[in-house]
């Protein structure tokens, strides 16, 4: 079996420019979705990701503002940023890249951006609202990956869905989306024994633990559906992900490639979040004012 290549890609292209018709709407309207994104330091991985989603932002017909801080920048004025951004009225989702510099308490920093602003779903209002089925805003992988596999027309109830990874960005949020859809979940990481028994029980395999080419077709069972979240470079510098994407594709029934997979899908959620935080926005404003 040669597995299919979930395009990434091409579904991105096509749900942006269902969000471009949507914001161009809603600029008729008088609002157009604001987004600020903010990046402390000058880590170039971080660099290049801030670069893409204000690229992607404009490409989209939104506002968007890129506010860089040096790393030494103190934790009080990161705070009074985020509060700043949070009473811009012209500013409906903010991001602040991570990692942070280690002197900035993370999650003092997720806290103070207003939950209703929170594009990323890292605000603990919306991790929770999204664990018990209630409407939030939700971390941009997981979202994505649930849209890849959505038009991909992959079945999730009673799939067992294995998730290598346990972050609070991808990993754990992305076990509780697949439960809510019926999969039967299993989260490995770094400490799990025998890993192998685990992965090649999967029907649906999520490999997101930052390791190039870790997973091979040893790991997985004929016809599983595998995707690599994974964004690391080769022994020759080239792009890959965390699955041996050549030997790992024979066993699968569908794979995602990288890059070219989840990367431009999480842009695309992204994108999707801010414009829905600006259509509830700006519609509380248009019937506040006629
Ligand atoms: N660092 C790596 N991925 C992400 C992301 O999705 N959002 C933010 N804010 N930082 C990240």
């Given at each position: 079996?040669?597995?299919?290549?979930?395009?990434?890609?091409?579904?991105?292209?096509?749900?942006?420019?269902?969000?471009?018709?949507?914001?161009?709407?809603?600029?008729?309207?008088?609002?157009?979705?604001?987004?600020?994104?903010?990046?402390?330091?000058d880590n170039q991985a971080s660099r290049t990701y801030v670069t893409n989603k204000k690229k992607a932002?404009?490409?989209?017909?939104?506002?968007?503002?890129?506010?860089?801080?040096?790393?030494?920048?103190?934790?009080?004025?990161?705070?009074?940023?985020?509060?700043?951004?949070?009473?811009?009225?012209?500013?409906?989702?903010?991001?602040?890249?991570?990692?942070?510099?280690?002197?900035?308490?993370?999650?003092?920093?997720?806290?103070?951006?207003?939950?209703?602003?929170?594009?990323?779903?890292?605000?603990?209002?919306?991790?929770?609202?999204?664990?018990?089925?209630?409407?939030?805003?939700?971390?941009?992988?997981?979202?994505?990956?649930?849209?890849?596999?959505?038009?991909?027309?992959?079945?999730?109830?009673?799939?067992?869905?294995?998730?290598?990874?346990?972050?609070?960005?991808?990993?754990?949020?992305?076990?509780?989306?697949?439960?809510?859809?019926?999969?039967?979940?299993?989260?490995?990481?770094?400490?799990?024994?025998?890993?192998?028994?685990?992965?090649?029980?999967?029907?649906?395999?999520?490999?997101?633990?930052?390791?190039?080419?870790?997973?091979?077709?040893?790991?997985?069972?004929?016809?599983?559906?595998?995707?690599?979240?994974?964004?690391?470079?080769?022994?020759?510098?080239?792009?890959?992900?965390?699955?041996?994407?050549?030997?790992?594709?024979?066993?699968?029934?569908?794979?995602?490639?990288?890059?070219?997979?989840?990367?431009?899908?999480?842009?695309?959620?992204?994108?999707?979040?801010?414009?829905?935080?600006?259509?509830?926005?700006?519609?509380?404003?248009?019937?506040?004012?006629?």
């Open positions: 079996m040669t597995g299919r290549i979930i395009d990434g890609k091409a579904i991105s292209e096509q749900i942006r420019r269902q969000i471009k018709s949507d914001t161009d709407r809603l600029i008729e309207r008088g609002c157009r979705p604001g987004l600020a994104v903010v990046l402390v330091g932002s404009l490409a989209a017909g939104m506002k968007s503002e890129l506010i860089e801080l040096p790393s030494e920048v103190s934790q009080q004025a990161l705070l009074n940023t985020v509060d700043r951004l949070n009473r811009d009225p012209s500013i409906h989702g903010i991001l602040v890249q991570l990692p942070l510099p280690p002197h900035i308490d993370e999650s003092a920093v997720i806290q103070a951006i207003s939950p209703k602003k929170d594009v990323d779903g890292f605000h603990p209002e919306n991790v929770g609202k999204m664990i018990i089925g209630q409407d939030s805003f939700i971390s941009c992988t997981p979202a994505g990956i649930m849209e890849l596999l959505k038009q991909a027309g992959v079945g999730i109830a009673g799939k067992h869905a294995v998730i290598l990874g346990r972050s609070n960005i991808v990993g754990k949020p992305m076990g509780q989306l697949l439960l809510q859809q019926d999969a039967t979940v299993t989260y490995c990481h770094s400490k799990t024994e025998n890993l192998e028994t685990f992965t090649r029980q999967a029907d649906i395999l999520i490999a997101a633990i930052g390791q190039a080419k870790f997973i091979t077709a040893d790991h997985v069972k004929q016809g599983a559906v595998v995707i690599d979240v994974g964004m690391n470079r080769d022994e020759h510098g080239k792009r890959c992900g965390d699955v041996d994407f050549d030997s790992v594709r024979e066993k699968a029934s569908a794979i995602t490639p990288v890059p070219g997979g989840v990367g431009p899908m999480t842009v695309t959620m992204l994108l999707k979040n801010t414009l829905k935080s600006a259509t509830q926005t700006c519609s509380n404003y248009i019937s506040t004012n006629g």
